[in-house]
């Protein structure tokens, strides 16, 4: 089944010129030039990525990302003029996967996306049969077979990379990760990006989990405490 793509973006070329590229690659494209018009679409078919312009008339893709992360983890690359670092933490915060700064060449828009489908891909497959379904410490459990987050028996919402931060943690708790380390555990090798990703995405698991036994390793990174493990 192919993969369908979601291209909302103003400029006809670029849109036009993307969505050619993806079509020989096998996708199937639906090409929207506005934030409303693509939401109100997705109602009807929910597209397997979203490819997002930030300078919409009307809502603007930073809007339409937080739309789509309130209710979906489908992946989401943003494209945008703007160059600042600023601009990109913004975007991930919001939940974007990837950032991609015009002008750029279509086939690395390709490229990544096709990287994107297989890292999304591959963390729906258990390739380890002896991998555990399940991780506890303290009040916080995680199934990793189905993805899902319990903070004192209550399940918790999170984005997909906010539980493969957890899982990466509580797999190894104790341990101390660099922020380098975890960017290129959750982000993939060939992101550029500020490990600032790594701090702002801390923040937002912290703030759904009051408690988490998440913490900081100044001038380093994070580690999952687990205090029975010490004893």
Not at 78 to 95: C, F, P, Q, R, T
Not at 97 to 115: C, I, M, Q
Not at 140 to 157: I, N, P, S
Not at 201 to 211: H, P
Request: hydrophobic share 40%; charged share 35%; glycine share 6%.
């Amino acid at each position: 089944m192919k993969h369908h793509i979601f291209i909302v973006e103003d400029d006809t070329n670029i849109r036009d010129i993307v969505a050619a590229y993806l079509k020989k690659e096998g996708y199937h494209v639906s090409t929207i030039d506005n934030a409303e018009q693509a939401w109100q679409l997705s109602r009807a078919e929910t597209p397997d990525m979203w490819i997002l312009d930030i300078m919409l008339p009307g809502m603007d893709g930073y809007e339409l990302c937080k739309k789509i992360r309130q209710e979906s983890e489908v992946p989401i690359i943003i494209i945008s003029a703007k160059d600042e670092e600023v601009d990109k933490i913004l975007g991930l915060e919001l939940g974007s996967d990837d950032y991609l700064t015009k002008p750029f060449s279509p086939r690395e828009l390709v490229a990544r996306v096709k990287r994107l489908f297989k890292r999304v891909d591959a963390t729906h497959v258990d390739h380890d049969s002896e991998q555990k379904d399940f991780f506890q410490v303290g009040d916080l459990r995680l199934d990793a077979q189905d993805r899902r987050v319990f903070w004192k028996g209550q399940e918790v919402e999170v984005t997909a990379k906010e539980f493969d931060m957890l899982h990466i943690l509580i797999r190894n708790q104790n341990r101390a990760f660099a922020r380098e380390e975890l960017l290129a555990l959750i982000w993939g090798e060939d992101y550029f990006g500020s490990d600032r990703a790594v701090d702002d995405l801390i923040k937002r698991l912290r703030k759904k989990i009051d408690g988490l036994p998440v913490e900081t390793v100044w001038g380093f990174g994070y580690r999952l405490r687990n205090e029975e493990e010490l004893e």
